[in-house]
Nanobody
Framework: QVQLVESGGGLVQPGGSLRLSCAAS????????MAWYRQAPGKQRELVAG???????NYEDSVKGRFTISREKGKNTVYLQINSLKPEDTAVYYC???????????WGQGTQVTVSS
């Protein structure tokens, strides 16, 4: 089992920045990739950015250039740096980890990001 805990969300003005953190614990050696998703009210959950344990990254088109996903091996933590925030970035942001052998997905509880003046 893998446990994920997100933090770093909050209320920020348009144009501002946030850094979200996702701390993994438990059977972390089973993880081969992690990702950030978001879900806005009334919308489906969507992939924002992903990173493999080898360091390869991918981004949803609308966030390229503004969002950066990274990982800190020693702390088993994945970050999402969000710059130039827009009101449409308002959502609950979730961290996901994938089990390398079974493909099972583990999810965190989510952290709310609200962009408003």
């Amino acid at each position: 089992q893998v446990q994920l805990v997100e933090s770093g969300g909050g209320l920020v003005q348009p144009g501002g920045s946030l850094r979200l953190s996702c701390a993994a614990s438990g059977n972390i050696f089973a993880i081969d990739a992690m990702a950030w998703y978001r879900q806005a009210p009334g919308k489906q959950r969507e992939l924002v950015a992903g990173i493999t344990m080898g360091g390869s990254t991918n981004y949803e088109d609308s966030v390229k250039g503004r969002f950066t996903i990274s990982r800190e091996k020693g702390k088993n933590t994945v970050y999402l740096q969000i710059n130039s925030l827009k009101p449409e970035d308002t959502a609950v942001y979730y961290c996901k980890a994938r089990n390398r052998s079974s493909g099972v997905a583990y999810w965190g509880q989510g952290t709310q990001v609200t962009v408003s003046s």
